[in-house]
């Protein structure tokens, strides 16, 4: 006869009770409230079934005082709670490690949930709510007993390592590891354990390296210790130490050499050797002295090389690149004084020889007064420069060879009527005359003739060099 709120749980519990004879269960923690429920169930269930002879006997008399909502919610209360330790159990069941540690007690918790459910099926609740609370502290118990172990284990290992017992390290680790291979703690000191040989053959290089006293060496082997235990914070400052004073040792190395090479004047060698030095220990005050220093003498190794050279080029009388270089050399030195001086030189060379050279060009000019004398004027300023250039020298002497032959008298004809009086304006009275020939510089002149009674004649007349003579005729012939 089915009972009052049975459901298709109830119909599953016969298969339920063999499937779970063959289970080992894993166990999480329950709900407070299903706790809280369990106990309630168990106090209630208790006055209602007094009988405890036969435990698989059903009583389900003892349950007539319950209407059937009481009695269904009774049920399904129960039902969760079943389920919740079932389900802890099977997680407890699921690790490897406790199934490997402890089969024996899982299978007694797997035999002891089967019971429950017989229990359940027989509507004996009160012993179903009892076994589940003893079954849960069970399951909790195993758990807390299983990460204890291992945790145990491996702190006993841990202290047994620290005081270089390394056999029972190893042993107390492995049986740690045999019971939870995958606890990180137990991992990691297995890891050190097995590279502790290695180790101590770093550590034996370090004490000969110590006695060399060799920092190189010293280095290198406590590098490679804390390459295989990165743990060894002993080992990780001792290396610290070691490196500083491996830096401070490559520093005064360099230092020395820079030092060395700038009293020497290799002042490249000693730049490059204190930049080395300031890649170990840039701070300090004699690394910007001496920086100073190899700057300054090397500024002035470039200003004599480029003094060098200015001098060369004066000398070859290039003036247009002395005063480039001058020019250009003057943005980094512009108080150098000789410096200034070639640059002042090339610029009043290059000036005077620009402008001789458009007499030159045009030479024909020079018989024009006023250009003739701005020649001579410059002629005159650009001597003083001739001393620093033979090639201004000759373009001097050759504007004062124009000038002067531009200068030099020509022969012209004049013809008139022996009755017109004659005279160069500006020059001098000519006369009456028929023909008569007159020197005259080159030049632009005015010839004036004069007769009683006649209109007054004045015409130009340009005297310059030509291939041919120069035939002049002038008479006043219109009466006035």
Same mark, same amino acid.
């Given at each position: 006869?089915?009972?009052?709120?049975?459901?298709?749980?109830?119909?599953?519990?016969?298969?339920?009770?063999?499937?779970?004879?063959?289970?080992?269960?894993?166990?999480?923690?329950?709900?407070?409230?299903?706790?809280?429920?369990?106990?309630?169930?168990?106090?209630?269930?208790?006055?209602?079934?007094?009988?405890?002879?036969?435990?698989?006997?059903?009583?389900?008399?003892?349950?007539?005082?319950?209407?059937?909502?009481?009695?269904?919610?009774?049920?399904?209360?129960?039902?969760?709670?079943?389920?919740?330790?079932?389900?802890?159990?099977?997680?407890?069941?699921?690790?490897?490690?406790?199934?490997?540690?402890?089969?024996?007690?899982?299978?007694?918790?797997?035999?002891?949930?089967?019971?429950?459910?017989?229990?359940?099926?027989?509507?004996?609740?009160?012993?179903?709510?009892?076994?589940?609370?003893?079954?849960?502290?069970?399951?909790?118990?195993?758990?807390?007993?299983?990460?204890?172990?291992?945790?145990?284990?491996?702190?006993? $290992?841990?202290?047994?390592? !620290?005081?270089? @017992?390394?056999?029972? &390290?190893?042993?107390?680790? #492995?049986? %740690?590891?045999?019971? +939870?291979?995958?606890?990180?703690?137990?991992?990691?000191?297995?890891?050190?354990?097995?590279?502790?040989?290695?180790?101590?053959?770093?550590?034996?290089?370090?004490?000969?390296?110590?006695?060399?006293?060799?920092?190189?060496?010293?280095?290198?082997?406590?590098?490679?210790?804390?390459?295989?235990?990165?743990?060894?914070?002993?080992?990780?400052?001792?290396?610290?130490?070691?490196?500083?004073?491996?830096?401070?040792?490559?520093?005064?190395?360099?230092?020395?050499? $820079?030092?060395?090479?700038? !009293?020497?004047? @290799?002042?490249?060698? &000693?730049?490059?050797?204190? #930049?080395? %030095?300031?890649?170990? +220990?840039?701070?300090?005050?004699?690394?910007?002295?001496?920086?100073?220093?190899?700057?300054?003498?090397?500024?002035?190794?470039?200003?004599?090389?480029?003094?060098?050279?200015?001098?060369?080029?004066?000398?070859?009388?290039?003036?247009?690149?002395?005063?480039?270089?001058?020019?250009?050399?003057?943005?980094?030195?512009?108080?150098?004084?000789?410096?200034?001086?070639?640059?002042?030189?090339?610029?009043?060379?290059?000036?005077?020889?620009?402008?001789?050279?458009?007499?030159?060009?045009?030479?024909?000019?020079?018989?024009?007064?006023?250009?003739?004398?701005?020649?001579?004027?410059?002629?005159?300023?650009?001597?003083?420069?001739?001393?620093?250039?033979?090639?201004?020298?000759?373009?001097?002497?050759?504007?004062?060879?124009?000038?002067?032959?531009?200068?030099?008298?020509?022969?012209?004809?004049?013809?008139?009527?022996?009755?017109?009086?004659?005279?160069?304006?500006?020059?001098?009275?000519?006369?009456?005359?028929?023909?008569?020939?007159?020197?005259?510089?080159?030049?632009?002149?005015?010839?004036?003739?004069?007769?009683?009674?006649?209109?007054?004649?004045?015409?130009?007349?340009?005297?310059?060099?030509?291939?041919?003579?120069?035939?002049?005729?002038?008479?006043?012939?219109?009466?006035?």
């Amino acid at each position: 006869m089915a009972k009052p709120g049975s459901t298709s749980f109830d119909e599953q519990i016969a298969a339920n009770r063999a499937k779970k004879k063959s289970k080992i269960i894993k166990i999480f923690a329950l709900p407070l409230l299903f706790v809280l429920v369990v106990a309630a169930l168990y106090g209630a269930i208790s006055a209602m079934l007094p009988s405890a002879e036969n435990p698989l006997a059903p009583e389900i008399a003892s349950l007539d005082p319950l209407n059937g909502t009481e009695l269904n919610a009774v049920r399904k209360s129960l039902q969760k709670t079943l389920n919740g330790v079932d389900n802890k159990l099977q997680q407890v069941a699921n690790n490897q490690g406790i199934l490997n540690w402890q089969p024996d007690k899982l299978g007694s918790m797997q035999r002891a949930l089967a019971l429950t459910y017989d229990y359940y099926g027989a509507s004996k609740y009160q012993q179903a709510a009892a076994e589940l609370v003893k079954l849960e502290q069970d399951i909790d118990g195993l758990r807390r007993e299983y990460d204890g172990a291992f945790a145990s284990l491996h702190a006993q $290992a841990q202290v047994q390592f !620290d005081d270089v @017992q390394i056999e029972n &390290a190893h042993r107390l680790n #492995t049986q %740690a590891l045999a019971i +939870n291979g995958n606890y990180l703690p137990a991992v990691q000191l297995q890891k050190r354990i097995e590279v502790y040989p290695q180790i101590q053959r770093l550590y034996e290089q370090v004490r000969v390296a110590e006695v060399e006293k060799n920092l190189p060496k010293q280095h290198l082997a406590l590098q490679k210790i804390v390459a295989l235990d990165p743990q060894r914070q002993d080992i990780k400052q001792k290396l610290a130490g070691v490196a500083a004073k491996l830096q401070g040792q490559e520093y005064s190395k360099q230092f020395s050499k $820079a030092l060395n090479a700038y !009293d020497q004047q @290799q002042y490249a060698q &000693a730049q490059t050797a204190l #930049t080395l %030095a300031a890649s170990f +220990n840039s701070a300090g005050l004699e690394i910007e002295t001496l920086q100073v220093k190899i700057d300054d003498a090397l500024n002035a190794l470039g200003v004599a090389k480029i003094e060098r050279q200015i001098g060369i080029f004066s000398t070859a009388d290039e003036w247009s690149t002395v005063k480039i270089l001058s020019e250009k050399a003057l943005k980094n030195h512009p108080d150098n004084k000789l410096l200034q001086d070639a640059l002042q030189s090339a610029k009043q060379i290059m000036m005077h020889s620009n402008k001789l050279d458009v007499y030159l060009a045009q030479p024909n000019r020079l018989s024009d007064a006023n250009i003739g004398s701005r020649a001579q004027n410059d002629i005159l300023q650009a001597k003083s420069l001739t001393v620093l250039s033979a090639k201004l020298q000759q373009k001097v002497q050759q504007v004062a060879e124009l000038v002067q032959q531009q200068n030099q008298s020509i022969e012209v004809s004049l013809k008139s009527d022996n009755r017109t009086f004659v005279e160069v304006l500006g020059v001098g009275v000519v006369g009456q005359f028929r023909a008569k020939t007159i020197s005259l510089k080159p030049g632009v002149y005015q010839l004036k003739g004069t007769r009683q009674g006649y209109q007054t004649e004045i015409m130009p007349l340009r005297v310059e060099k030509t291939a041919s003579a120069i035939v002049v005729t002038i008479e006043c012939s219109e009466r006035i």
